[in-house]
């Protein structure tokens, strides 16, 4: 069997995304013109990929960053495994490294290895890891897709690579993302390879 290709997109640009809001699982937002633009700048570049599946969040943001694939006709399903981690009560919030003593403090027992700290009301690397495997577990068994295109968050998809790749969650940081940038990957049936890491190249061309 030849090596199956998953392309992981985050989505595109949002008024929150700018402003520095956390938005999460439980701030439904739209893209704005940015995410829009960069929305259409994929599609330039990739529209033409044969994709058999195209997988979003629950949220409207990812179904929006695809819109143009889904408006092919192609095969679509919503996840709530795909869904962003939860912030708890600072969902809908302005937080920042430099401003927040309590965003720095968990960010950094994450990277200590403490991966079940969480915000208040909020969710837990752990948590979004536990929620995120039945997903994993579908995506491999479904050999007949042999090109997917996966469209979700940026917290969310950091735990999401380190799950695929075989890295203990302290490592998230590491997988750095942007608005609409690309994680495509192989998959031989045993092992996740990444082929294209932190791709943004499609949003050079004109959208």
């Not at 890891?129 to 968050?153: G, N, W």
């Not at 031989?188 to 499609?202: A, E, K, P, Q």
Request: aromatic share 10%; proline share 2%; charged share 25%.
């Amino acid at each position: 069997m030849s090596a199956r290709t998953i392309f992981f997109l985050r989505h595109g640009q949002t008024d929150f995304n700018v402003r520095g809001i956390v938005q999460g699982s439980g701030v439904d937002s739209s893209l704005n013109d940015t995410g829009r633009r960069q929305a259409e700048q994929f599609f330039t570049v990739y529209g033409h990929v044969a994709f058999d599946k195209v997988y979003t969040s629950m949220l409207r943001r990812t179904h929006e960053s695809v819109r143009r694939f889904l408006e092919l006709g192609l095969p679509h399903e919503s996840h709530a495994g795909l869904n962003e981690i939860s912030w708890g009560v600072r969902e809908g919030t302005r937080i920042t490294l430099e401003e927040d003593a309590e965003y720095r403090h968990v960010l950094g027992q994450w990277a200590a290895g403490n991966t079940a700290a969480r915000l208040e009301g909020g969710e837990s690397p752990d948590e979004v890891a536990a929620r995120q495997r039945p997903f994993i577990e579908l995506l491999k068994s479904r050999s007949d897709e042999q090109t997917v295109l996966v469209c979700m968050h940026g917290r969310a998809l950091r735990v999401m690579l380190c799950q695929l790749l075989g890295y203990p969650l302290s490592c998230m940081d590491g997988f750095e993302h942007s608005n609409l940038c690309l994680y495509k990957l192989e998959f031989t049936g045993s092992m996740f390879t990444i082929r294209n890491f932190l791709d943004v190249s499609h949003l050079q061309v004109a959208g």
